[in-house]
């Protein structure tokens, strides 16, 4: 049983930055891919980034790109989310997932919700302008 679970999420003031990390656990052999997801009340789950665990290549939605970060320490079994400029749009619960087959499409398709296995409990973040 693969286990997910997000820390890190927070309060913070417009501009301002914060790390997101989701541990994993219960597989073996790792799954593929994992990913971070957001949902605002009442709007659809978003996905952020993606990060392939064996090349740790990624891809970003153009809502985040160059002001999120994802990486992995595959040591420790777990993932990142560095988010920096951080504004009061990007207040949500925040949600880390991990997809255990291989993929072969686009970077943006592999950010649909249904790409992946496994979901964490979430974190939230505010960020008060």
């Known amino acids: 049983q693969v286990r997910l679970a997000e820390s890190g999420g927070g309060s913070v003031q417009a501009g301002g930055s914060l790390r997101l990390s989701c541990a994993a656990s219960?597989?073996?052999?790792?799954?593929?891919?994992m990913g971070w997801f957001r949902q605002a009340p009442g709007q659809e789950r978003e996905g952020l980034a993606a990060?392939?665990?064996?090349?740790?290549?990624?891809g970003y939605s153009d809502s985040v790109k160059g002001r999120f970060t994802i990486s992995q320490d595959k040591a420790k079994n777990t993932m990142y989310l560095q988010m920096n400029s951080l504004k009061p749009e990007d207040t949500a619960m925040y949600y880390c997932?991990?997809?255990?087959?291989?993929?072969?499409?686009?970077?943006?398709?592999?950010?649909?919700?249904?790409?992946?296995?496994?979901w964490g409990q979430g974190t939230q973040v505010t960020v008060s302008s």
């Open positions: 219960g597989y073996t052999g790792g799954p593929y891919y």
């Open positions: 990060i392939n665990t064996g090349t740790s290549n990624t």
């Open positions: 997932a991990a997809r255990l087959s291989s993929f072969f499409g686009t970077w943006r398709s592999l950010l649909l919700r249904d790409r992946y296995d496994y």
